[in-house]
């Protein structure tokens, strides 16, 4: 067989082989005091801090009512268009109303009247259907039994209808009577008109229990959303374009599928990120509650970052809660590098890539840092690589 015959060529060129795959290596073998390279790293943040709940939701007011009757329970899913209450405006007045009882209690002692001879089994059901849900109601009242008053409170007002429809209905003939039926027929006309049904305007869950920020604080708000309204919210105080009262709130409808928590960052321990949304929150009093969350907005003042969370998940008793203790927690994969190789250049975190003598500087968000290490992501997509050497220029 014929023996190859190794060259000096190859040996020049396995040198340069050589030489090429230790300039390759060499960041990682030997890194100069100058140098970082960019590694991957993971890292699981808990932040427990104030926030500020805001919901998806309208407010129904009137500056001049003097009565409302609801016609749906607190908490109950609507439909655009279906009727929420009854409202009543000034000029009403609660006489009108006592009239009218009076009037339809005057009905019925005479029609027992007329009826003391007379045997209606019918009438005498619907009776005692009253009585009892009468007494049911009495022992809720006074703790001697246990159950749902507003259920027990649906079913007696029921009872009492019915009675009073089969009365209209199987009337006698008598004079006295027809006076009675058209005296309370002028007491429900004078009472109906100052009766104004409100029907809901979206579909969503009622609530009859309002604090007063519902105007400012709302989906409709977020982006006009400043540090000082937040910082105002959680001190107890008024916003400044605070124009509803309490009292002028009859009702809301609440979109219970999309709502947003608004917390105050001091400091660079922690500094959310527009987009993130492996965010985890829980709020303090409802540690069985877990929402998934992600970041909506974030605004910078000075050293203070507002950051608005936006959650998808049903609200559930949160419906009711205005602000609190949140404890917001993500697990975090991404590209790291030696804090050292962090810069500011007015105002703007970056890092300085290795591509030429002097560098290139690439703006980074930091996810998060432990005071040696920090998680960062350029600002634009793909412009720094895992293995990149960037330079410590400090």
């Known amino acids: ?4 015959r190794v060259t000096g060529r190859f040996y020049v060129f396995l040198l340069a082989l050589l030489v090429a795959a230790f300039l390759v290596a060499r960041p990682w073998l030997f890194p100069r005091s100058n140098e970082t390279v960019i590694m991957m790293a993971n890292s699981s943040q808990i932040q427990t801090v104030d926030c500020v709940i805001i919901r998806d939701e309208s407010l129904t007011t009137s500056d001049s009512t003097a009565r409302v009757e609801f016609s749906v329970p607190e908490n109950s899913l609507v439909s655009e268009g279906d009727a929420v209450a009854s409202i009543y405006t000034t000029g009403y007045s609660e006489s009108l109303l006592n009239n009218l009882e009076s009037t339809r209690q005057n009905i019925q002692n005479y029609h027992k009247e007329l009826l003391a001879n007379i045997v209606d089994s019918n009438l005498s059901r619907l009776d005692q259907v009253v009585n009892t849900m ?11 039994t246990t159950g749902n008053l507003r259920t027990v409170t649906t079913q007696l007002q029921t009872a009492m209808v019915n009675r009073q429809d089969y009365l209209r209905q199987n009337k006698r003939e008598d004079n006295k009577l027809t006076k009675l039926y058209e005296a309370e027929n002028t007491a429900l006309t004078n009472i109906q008109s100052w009766r104004k049904v409100s029907n809901a305007n979206r579909d969503g869950v009622v609530s009859f229990y309002i604090d007063g920020y519902e105007n400012d604080l709302n989906a409709d708000t977020l982006d006009a959303l400043s540090i000082a309204d937040v910082r105002a919210v959680l001190n107890g105080g008024n916003l400044a374009s605070t124009k509803v009262t309490r009292s002028d709130g009859i009702y809301r409808i609440v979109n219970q599928d999309k709502w947003y928590v608004a917390v105050l960052v001091e400091g660079d321990s922690w500094t959310p990120i527009k987009g ?23 605004k910078k003042e000075n050293n203070t970052t507002l950051a608005i969370f936006e959650m998808k998940d049903p609200i559930g008793p949160l419906i009711y809660q ?8 993500i697990t975090l994969t991404g590209l790291s590098v030696a804090v050292e190789a962090l810069y500011n250049d007015n105002g703007q975190m970056g890092v300085w890539l290795y591509d030429s003598p002097e560098g290139t500087f690439v703006p980074v968000d930091v996810l998060s840092s432990d005071g040696h290490v920090a998680l960062i992501q350029p600002v634009t997509e793909g412009a720094l690589q895992l293995g990149q050497t960037v330079l410590i220029k400090k």
Not at 278 to 295: K, R, T
């Open 134 to 144: 009468a007494l049911e109601f009495k022992n809720l009242i006074t703790r001697q």
């Open 276 to 298: 993130q949304d492996d965010y985890y929150v829980q709020l303090e009093g409802f540690d069985d509650l877990s929402y998934a969350a992600s970041v909506y907005s974030v």
């Open 1 to 4: 067989m014929r023996r190859v």
């Open 322 to 329: 205005r602000s609190g203790k949140a404890r917001f927690s």
